[in-house]
């Protein structure tokens, strides 16, 4: 550009230096685009980048669960390991024959009272195995009941006292639990090899 079609006036950039060109040159003033395009171009991106995140992350939800499909969930019912027989409520050598038999199956009007029970004292105070056979014997049982200490260990793993039975004698096994105020009565292999139609677990 010559300097007569230059159309600033002159100014400190306008001296001359040493080779001849000037320090400075006037330069026209930007537009508002020019200086607004960077601004609108970082905007536009985070938009993007925001709404592919969030598109990203609600895609790994399960669709059943957002549709509320009942069948995408388990029932804990379902999963939940079944209670011990030996969690009931431990029962008092001294309960009445009209103790409650809550969780007993059998029926104790069918039971047939000459039935062998055997008593025995696994781990409860000296005389209980006693006590508890005299208890049934009172609740009208007339066949062998025998007291005795559990010398074979077959209440380990029991922490109340329990009622355990032979096949088939769920009714005499409900009359025992209900004299002698247990809450827990189990079918029992070794019951059933045994000559005893019941045997009480005193704990």
Known sequence: MTKSGYPYPPDEFDVAVPGGAPVGVHR???????????????????????????????????????????????????TAPAASPSASPSASPSASASASTGGITGNPANADLTAAVHVLNSGGPDGSAA????????????????????????????????????????????????AVGATTAIESA??????????????
Do not use: H, M
């Open 131 to 178: 006590d508890l056979a005299a208890t049934i014997v009172a609740a009208g049982f007339t066949g062998n009941v025998l007291p005795d200490d559990d010398t074979e260990g077959l209440g380990e793993g029991y922490t109340e006292t329990t009622v355990l039975y032979s096949a088939d004698r769920a009714d005499t096994a409900a009359a025992v639990a209900q």
């Open 190 to 203: 070794d019951v059933t090899a045994s000559e005893y139609a019941v045997v009480v677990i005193v704990k």
């Open 28 to 78: 026209a003033p930007r537009s508002g685009w020019s200086s607004a395009w960077p601004f609108l171009l970082v905007a536009v991106v985070c938009a993007a980048v925001a709404w592919g995140g969030i598109t990203l992350l609600s895609g790994d939800d399960d669709p059943a669960e957002a549709s509320g499909d009942p069948s995408a969930s388990v029932s804990a019912s379902a």
